[in-house]
């Protein structure tokens, strides 16, 4: 008797939870009418959720409606964007993540990707700096592109994974110098810069915004700088960018790098869209913002519209086309459309 | 040397700072009250607190937020080991361990004194964890840097012969369960190579298989089930003593001072947290305590005691990267590093330069903690205990209930929710049958550790085997690891053989 009013208890309580997780249909005109779901595509402490939990609570402010953060991550962030493009277009759903998705066909993790989405703000772009253990044989940027054409395939590179930060700039790197490298795969950040300091790996490349504790400290040393011009930050002024150590980058790395948006899936009305993007770009100015950026050496872009468009083609196209040429992938970008850079 | 300590103490008045500020003192105090019963509920992680706070205290100053979160993180570890001795579930992968002894105490009618116990060793734990962070810092900062991915592999395979300690009677069930451990593990993106594995096609396991789902599955879906099928009636508690004896604290002191310092180091790795740790401390207990009140797993008090310092001491330890490095020891910091962030402090070498008084700071508010921890965790265990007695046909449902809301949040994702059922049947059937659960949790937390590291450590090696051999008489940690490891393989007759030869050999010299 017990066993079966057990059994009967759990059913019905699992029912009414049931009941609580469907999505009532709401009226478009007002909005926003109801609090809204911001899914970030990164873990929780990393550089996007930083930037989400700044800008999102500055943004529900303006949007007189909560922004409610939930972190889904895994798959480079394709789990979320497959996610927040399975939800109706209606706004109340926004991906919040960074600079992988142009990358999702290419690699094979998805169809989904930003050409799915609408931009609502570009707001920054981290740079990538070179950087290598501090008693490293290699002071220059020259030496280590040197040691590695002497040593074919010897130089071990810390990554994060196919589509990280190191493995992008890499890719870039062995195109301009035609070198070879062998790749060692970190979970993240947390992993890989240890074994950079105690120098398990000969190099590696971190966000300036880690970076620059490192290099103040000793730490590591920097050769370069993934970028068209060098840091404004003191610790790194002196570190060149690498088209000062190759003109062969010219070109390349203006407006290039990893960066950080947030998106709505395409079909979303446009006044919805305007209400956001607007709310958005008021957080983007705050003072509370831009200071965050500065604390984190990030650039701020503050893209909306054609502007983030053009941005991201961009980061696609060169992307896309220096891995493809590493030959870290067999399919061709332009069999996806993808122009060359 | 010199080097290393110069302008460590610097700013040590700022130790005080949590003691003279009532707010910050409140703060701490809610903290740990919210931790230890929010890791009770299985699911709800510290982590998933922590993060949930960033936002809650985003307009905050720092220092209250930040004593907010370190309650929150000191109170949710211990808290994980409420459910364990309760109901058999583990409140937080940290506490899984806890499970083997604690729940047969709690069955034996002493759920009292496993949780007095827990929460003495823990706050043990604690302060042994935070006075190496006062002390040694920069020393075991240097240590976790050095850990190298052999170094890591090494410590995993350490721990694979837990699978002996945890096996109950059959090796090769144990065996069985702990490779279908590790191959649930490899579900997913390739770590490396990001090929899906063992997908199936299904995009959602694209993430792989989160580790608490099969750990709520198998222990709290299976739990339920369990004793549903065996209308098992409750305990009835004997709650006049919560306060372990002196003499049992006494007693077991030198162990919980071992596992402290065990789960200390393990915690400070940037590479392993605490569920490894308080694992490989009930494996040391186990092997070093001759004589336990009762065999373990039947409710040995050492069985609850390893494990316990050991998960609490691992707090201390992971502030230790977090802190001379600016590199998480495990998820919980790596969150306290987000939430300082968006505060505009970034912990790091460079901080402990330009502001060694917010290290102490830190320290003073663990330490605060650490005592609320006593005073908290040695309360209310007369109404948990409650929670044994009540009657099955309430409590099983509510497990039912709290399995599938722990499972949702993780990612509020109801894939997540199936597989929690799916493990939950699974679990179920191992315990019918006499297949250990607690070695397929262990197969699942050291998969990654195993295939990644192999990898990582060949890789390194350009691929070739002897590179990879000859990296073991570089590096002193690795060699250490090495002996180590044979140490614990070599069986005890055998080492009692070799022991009696060199008496043997001193008596002739003689």
Redesign the interface.
């Known amino acids: 008797m ?2 079966l ?3 009967v ?2 059913s019905l ?2 029912l009414v ?1 049931a009941t609580g ?1 469907n999505n009532t249909a709401s009226d478009s005109s007002s909005y926003p009418s109801k609090s809204i779901n911001g899914y970030i595509a990164w ?4 550089g996007t ?2 930037v989400m ?2 800008i999102c ?1 500055l943004a529900q402010k303006d949007l007189g409606s909560t922004i409610v ?8 962030g ?2 979320a964007t ?1 996610y927040v493009y399975s939800q109706p277009a209606d706004g109340y759903s926004l991906l919040l993540n960074a600079e992988n998705p142009p990358l999702y066909k290419l ?1 094979g ?2 169809t989904i990707d930003y050409d799915n989405y609408i931009p609502v703000l570009v707001m920054a772009k981290n740079v990538g700096i070179l950087v290598v253990p501090a008693d490293s044989k290699y002071n220059s940027y020259q030496d280590l592109v040197d040691d590695a054409k002497a040593h074919p ?2 130089l ?1 590179i810390a990554t994060t ?3 990280g930060l190191p493995y992008s700039c890499f890719a870039l790197t062995c195109m301009v110098e035609g070198i070879d490298y ?6 993240g ?3 890989l ?3 950079l ?2 120098g ?2 000969d190099a590696s490349v971190v966000a300036q ?2 970076a ?3 290099i ?2 000793g ?1 590591m040393k920097a050769l370069g700088v993934y970028s068209g011009e060098r840091c404004e930050n003191k610790e790194l002024a002196d570190v060149p960018s690498l088209e000062e150590c190759n003109s062969a980058y010219e070109g390349m790395l203006d407006d290039w790098g990893p960066f950080y948006g947030a998106f709505v899936k395409k079909g979303t009305p446009d006044h919805v869209v305007k209400t956001l993007q607007d709310a958005f770009y008021k957080a983007y100015q705050t003072d509370t913002f831009q ?2 950026c500065e ?2 050496s990030l650039q701020p872009l503050g893209y909306t519209g054609d502007q983030a468009q053009s941005f991201i083609k961009k980061w696609q196209s060169i992307t896309c086309w220096t891995l493809y040429r590493a030959g870290a992938t067999s399919i061709s970008p332009a069999d996806l459309d993808i122009p060359e850079p | 040397m010199a080097s290393l300590f110069s302008g460590y103490f610097a700013g040590f008045s700022s130790f005080f700072t949590p003691y003279t500020s009532i707010t910050m003192i409140l703060w701490i105090a809610v903290g740990v009250f919210l931790g230890i019963y929010l890791g009770a509920i299985p699911g709800l992680s510290v ?1 998933m607190a ?2 949930l706070l ?2 809650f205290t ?2 905050w100053d720092t220092y209250p937020a930040l004593a907010l979160m370190i309650g929150v993180f000191t109170g949710g570890v211990y808290g994980g080991s409420r459910a364990a001795v309760l109901l058999n579930i583990p409140g937080a992968p940290a506490a899984v361990a806890t499970t083997f002894d604690g729940y047969p105490l709690a069955k034996k009618g002493e759920a009292g004194i496993a949780m007095g116990l827990s929460t003495t060793e823990s706050v043990i734990g604690g302060f042994v964890g935070l006075l190496c962070l006062m002390l040694f810092s920069p020393l075991i900062g240097r240590l ?6 052999r170094d890591y592999l090494l410590l995993a395979i350490m721990a694979l012969f837990l699978v002996g300690s945890l096996s109950k009677g059959s090796l090769s069930k144990a065996l069985i369960t702990a490779f279908l451990g590790v191959v649930v593990g490899m579900i ?2 390739d ?4 090929q899906p594995r063992l997908t199936f096609g299904i ?2 396991l ?3 298989v989160n580790f608490v789902v099969v750990m709520i599955g198998l222990f709290g879906m299976s739990e ?1 089930l369990y004793q ?1 099928h065996y ?1 098992m009636k409750p305990v009835k508690q004997k709650v006049q003593k919560i306060l372990p004896s002196w003499s049992i604290i006494k007693e077991n002191l030198p162990l919980a001072l071992r596992s402290s310092l065990l789960g200390m180091i393990v915690g400070a790795l ?2 392993t947290g605490g569920d490894i740790a308080s694992l490989i401390a009930y494996d040391h207990a186990k092997r070093v305590v001759k004589n336990p009140n009762r065999p373990f797993g039947e409710g040995a008090y050492a069985g609850v005691i390893a494990p316990e310092s050991a998960n609490n001491a691992a707090i201390g330890g992971s502030f230790i ?1 977090m802190m001379t ?4 020891g495990d ?1 919980v910091t ?6 300082l ?2 505060h ?1 402090i ?1 912990p ?4 402990m ?1 330009d502001q060694p008084q917010f290290f102490w700071m830190i320290v003073g508010s663990l330490m605060l903690a650490n005592c609320f921890l006593l005073i908290f965790g040695l309360t209310g265990i007369r109404m948990f205990c409650k929670v044994v007695e009540v ?4 409590i ?2 509510v497990i ?2 709290l399995s ?2 722990g499972s949702y949040s993780i ?4 894939m997540d929710i199936y597989l929690m059922f799916f493990f939950g049947i699974l679990g179920y059937l191992f315990k019918m049958h006499d297949f250990p659960v607690a070695t397929m949790v262990l197969g699942i937390i050291l998969s990654g550790i195993l295939d ?1 590291n192999w ?2 450590a060949m ?2 090696a ?1 691929n070739h085997f002897g590179e990879f051999i000859s990296g073991f008489f570089t590096h002193p940690i690795s060699l250490l690891l090495l002996l180590l490891i044979i140490f614990v393989a070599i069986p005890k007759s055998k080492k009692q053989k070799i022991a009696s030869l060199f008496h043997r050999k001193s008596g002739a010299e003689a």
């Not at chain 2, 976790?144 to 991915?149: D, R």
């Not at chain 2, 490095?325 to 998480?328: Q, T």
């Not at chain 2, 009657?391 to 309430?394: C, F, L, S, T």
């Not at chain 2, 990612?411 to 109801?414: A, L, R, W």
Request: include cysteine; charge should be positive.
């Open positions: 017990k066993k009013l057990s059994i208890m759990a309580i699992s939870i997780c873990a929780a402490g990393g959720d930083n939990r700044t609570p953060l939930t972190n889904k991550t895994g798959g480079t394709s789990i497959k690699l993790l998805g395939g010897k071990n994974g196919v589509g062998n790749a060692i795969t970190y979970d950040d947390g992993t810069q240890p074994a300091i105690s398990e790996v915004s880690a620059i504790q490192y103040a400290t730490k200071k965050f604390n984190l | 982590t922590v993060s960033i936002s985003f307009s976790a840097v050095n850990f190298s991915a997913g993106m770590p490396v190579t990001a995009p959602n694209l993430a792989g339920a549903l209308c940037p590479g990267p490095l600016g590199i998480p998820s790596a969150i306290l590093i987000g939430a962030t968006i505009g970034r790091g070498p460079l901080l330069n009657p099955k046909h309430i099983i449902p039912v209930v599938i809301i990612n509020n994702s109801v990644t990898r990582r890789n390194i350009h």
